[in-house]
């Protein structure tokens, strides 16, 4: 009896799915960093710029000191001839965290130029400035201590000088004596002692406050007296506060003081005139003819002196108005 053969094939067992197979774990998305605000920091404060005038007669070193102290090659006038025949200015310069300008003017004994021209150039300039609104920190005199003695010619200008200033500005003044190379030093100390106690000389802006300084002819030196300057508040000079007042030089201190002046000279001058002619009668008397035209040659220089000192002051208003705007042009083209 045939049967039946039952085949049994076992079935295959499925393997459980691997869930985790394959799995590309997933990261977190990169977060863009964002840079730290960063801190701004205050823009550098400009340095302030301060002014200081130089002044003193023809021949006392203002511009070799200007130059020593700012590196400037202004022109240094020989001996008693001027080279500063106007107002000019230093290149800038960094001293105690400003920037210094130090400003050179003629003297009143210009060997080129009348008092009168000398006195309306540095009072348009200082008109100028306080119109720009450009103050001064100070003014510096300067005085040879070499000079055997103060003769009529540095007297005027250190008149002028104190007129220019005013009272009011002497707390602002350094009377600097320098040249002390050129001299025994025990002469140099007498001198100076004389200019500290003499009225007729420096004691009575110094009693108001001036201070009166050495220059030993070297920068450090030149930089340790404009450093007395550099932390003390601006000064308005009292002829650019007579000005700013009227805008006529006419009515100014300087002005008063230099007119009286020139009739004085303008008086000595017509007495020897007088004496002149006086002496041309008698030398026509004598018949003798050379003495004659010399002296009628000398007379007649002496009249255009004369002549010129009289218009000089009759002048100066109208040349002033000149000047000033010859200033602020030039000022205003070198801003620019």
Known sequence: MGGCVSSFVPSRRKKPVDLEA???????????????????????????TIYIAVMGATGSGKTTFINMASGSDL???MGLESCTNEVQTSQSFMLDGKRVVLIDTPGFDDTTKSDT????????????????????????????????????????????????????????VLMVTNMWGDVNEADAVAREQELREKDIFFKPILDNGALLLRHMNDQESAHKILQKLT????????????????????????????NRELMEQAERNRQ??????????????????????????????????????????ATLASEYQAELRRIEEQLHARAG
């Open 22 to 48: 394959g799995r590309v774990e997933a990261k977190p998305p990169k977060l863009e960093q964002v840079p730290e605000p960063k801190t701004l920091l205050p823009a550098p404060e400009e340095p302030k």
């Open 75 to 77: 022109r240094v006038g």
């Open 117 to 172: 021209d000398v006195l309306k150039m540095i009072a348009a300039y200082l008109q100028t400035m306080h119109k720009q609104e450009r103050l001064l920190s100070g003014v510096i005199y300067m005085h040879r201590i070499s000079d055997v003695r103060v003769g009529g010619t540095s007297r005027r200008d250190f008149t002028m000088f104190q007129e220019l200033c005013g009272k009011e500005a002497y707390n602002n």
């Open 231 to 258: 932390g003390i508040d601006p000064v308005v000079l009292r002829i650019q506060s007579e000005l700013a007042a009227v805008n006529d030089i006419t009515q100014t201190g300087a002005f008063a003081q230099l």
């Open 272 to 313: 020897d005139l007088e004496k002149l002619r006086v002496e041309m009668e008698e030398a026509a008397q004598a018949q003798d003819e050379e003495t004659r035209m010399e002296l009628q040659e000398e007379s007649e220089k002496m009249e255009a002196e004369l002549l010129r000192v009289q218009n000089e002051a």
